[in-house]
């Protein structure tokens, strides 16, 4: 028997299924222009909304730091890895968070593996949102805790969940912005059934660090209640434009999870340029909330451009999805973006619901109105020529 037949008929299924997954090779940083398989394209699916993975003042701070603290960290935290970085790395995102303390993890993958399983093991159970990301769904499972799916955003169902389940401990979770949705949590719905049931609230915020709140210190500042989830964790590598994850929240919680999340304590430490990076990005957002603004005020402008050719779309955050409901259009769709200069992620299942494949687009400060106008053009194009969503949505010229 050939031992791998089965990869290559999965691998055939994958594909004529059109799931069928290949990287895009770059040449370039992650900026509003990028270099991408020999060819130039505007970027409009990159995480780094705020263009601090290409920033100057964080590129520099980092190679100054690289000199000093060498390339690797040559053990776990726990061992020889922590460098004084770190611990500043820590201190800046619990004070960025107005929160008593922090822990580093190596990516948000990581944090929410590691958090999920240390607060919650068999016998507990979580409430997890029916939209959260791979990684706290894979945190739930790992936990060994009964999970309790609720619909997404929905209050009232949650609610239900919990009273089927009087008196057990737990945790309620949920993404802050949806990764592929691009939609705001019901904190205030959460936080409150959280505290009526003696349950933690915990919230992901991979997508609303830097993005929305007034200064972009994420969902609490958005709606006004600074301090009053539990668990805070989030990513440095979207909007900060580095890399690693982090929670923020009681110092009693930080030292639980210091002794008892695996991911944290059986990981190499991160790299001391990759912290610098964090440090420098986060310091960037502090000073020039400017930033924030631009990159808040081409949502506004990019929802319009396309509401006004027809194209469903409303976001108050950096992440706009497109529906497109077939895979393989989606695809077709995202090559020939591509051939026409914008670089845009057609996302599928299993990633997304099967038959909800869309275009992820996502925004940075950077982006100009032309750029805004000239993907919302070449976008209405495509879908016009197979008859998707035309009308004008509603909005008057
Ligand atoms: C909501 C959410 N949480 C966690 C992660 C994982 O973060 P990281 O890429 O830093 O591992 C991501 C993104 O990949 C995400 O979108």
């Keep these: 028997m050939d031992k791998w037949s089965w990869m290559e008929e999965e ?15 770059f040449d370039s940083e992650q900026t509003r222009i990028v270099t991408a398989e020999g060819g130039k394209q505007h970027m409009f699916s990159s995480n780094s909304y705020l263009d601090m993975c290409s ?11 690289l000199e000093k603290y ?24 619990a004070a960025f968070k107005k929160r008593e303390a922090a822990l580093v993890f190596n990516t948000g993958y990581m944090a929410n593996v590691g958090i999920i399983s240390a607060l919650a093991q068999k016998g507990d159970i979580i409430y997890s949102d029916e939209l959260n990301h791979a990684s706290i769904i894979d945190g739930c499972r790992l936990s060994g805790a009964d999970v309790a799916v609720y619909r997404h955003s929905d209050m009232l169902d949650l609610e239900r969940k919990i009273r089927e389940n009087p008196g057990r401990r737990g945790i309620i979770v949920s993404d802050g912005v949806f990764s592929m949705d691009g939609d705001i949590a019901d904190l205030p719905g959460l936080t409150d059934l959280a505290d009526k049931y003696g349950l ?54 930080i030292r639980y999870l210091l002794n008892k999340a695996r991911s944290f304590i ?31 005020d081409n949502v506004r402008y ?16 950096a992440v706009i999805p497109v529906i497109i409901g077939d895979e393989k259009t989606a695809a077709e769709i995202m090559e020939e973006l591509k051939s026409s200069g914008y670089y845009v992620s057609a996302i599928r299942y299993p990633t997304v619901a ?34 998707l969503q035309t009308g004008n949505g509603g909005v008057k010229e």
């Design 200 to 253: 933690l609230s915990m919230i992901d915020e991979a997508h609303a660090t830097g993005v929305i709140g007034e200064t972009g210190r994420g969902t609490e500042e958005y709606y006004g209640m600074e301090g009053k989830t539990d668990v805070l964790m989030g990513t440095f590598s979207k909007a900060v434009g580095s890399e690693g994850g982090f929670v923020c929240g009681s110092s009693v919680l």
């Design 11 to 25: 691998l055939e299924r994958l594909g004529q299924e059109s799931l069928f997954r290949r990287m895009t090779v």
């Design 354 to 387: 099967r038959g909800s494949a869309r275009l992820r687009i996502s925004l940075m400060s950077s982006h100009t109105k032309e750029d805004l106008d000239g993907l919302a053009d070449v976008l209405a194009d495509c879908m016009k020529r197979r008859n």
């Design 70 to 93: 060498g390339a690797g960290t040559g053990g776990s935290r726990l061992t020889t890895g922590t460098a004084h970085l770190h611990v500043q790395l820590e201190k800046a995102v």
């Design 55 to 65: 920033d100057p003042f964080v590129k520099e701070y980092a190679c100054r730091m």
């Design 302 to 317: 990019f929802c319009r451009a396309l509401q006004k050719r027809g194209i469903r779309a409303k976001s108050g955050t």
């Design 266 to 296: 059986f990981s190499t430490a991160l790299s001391p340029a990759s912290v610098a990076a964090s440090i420098a990005g986060l310091s960037r957002i502090e000073e020039q909330p400017v930033r924030v603004k631009r990159l808040q």
